[in-house]
């Protein structure tokens, strides 16, 4: 059964985790691919990271009830912590002047935490997912 499209149907949780995970989706590009060490790169990097903890954080408010849950928490919610290290990790590599090794924990985080996690919600059965297949394309 499809989910009611409307976002008035979704937790508080989920819509600040909706926000927080949709700023972070746009704003990774921006920081990756600015200039290194500009104004630009800093501070879309600061927000990215911002909206990265703020979406992982927001994940552990969420709880699953699908079969392939524990406590609550579904085998997505390890993407939650995978962005926590991810980012933690990245900022320590910066401070320490490990430009590199902050350069590839930033793009593997995106990757692993923006789009994997973002693919995964398009599945059918999860809200995004059942807006694109069902409300968006008629498919399902």
Sequence with gaps: MAHDP???????AVLVHLAFASIALVLGPVA?????????HRGFGYAWVTA????????????????????GFS???ILAVVALVGVCSAIHAVVHR??????????RTYFAACVG????????????GDLLWHHGLGLM
């Design 32 to 40: 990756l691919w600015a200039r290194k060490g500009s104004h630009g």
């Design 117 to 128: 996690a973002g693919l995964f919600t398009l599945l059918p059965g999860r809200y995004l």
């Design 52 to 71: 990265m903890v703020g979406a992982a954080l927001s994940a552990f408010f969420i709880r699953s009830s699908g079969s392939l849950q524990w406590a």
């Design 98 to 107: 490990k430009i590199a090794l902050h350069r590839r924990i930033m793009q």
């Design 6 to 12: 409307s976002l008035a149907s979704l937790a508080p």
């Design 75 to 77: 085998p997505i919610h």
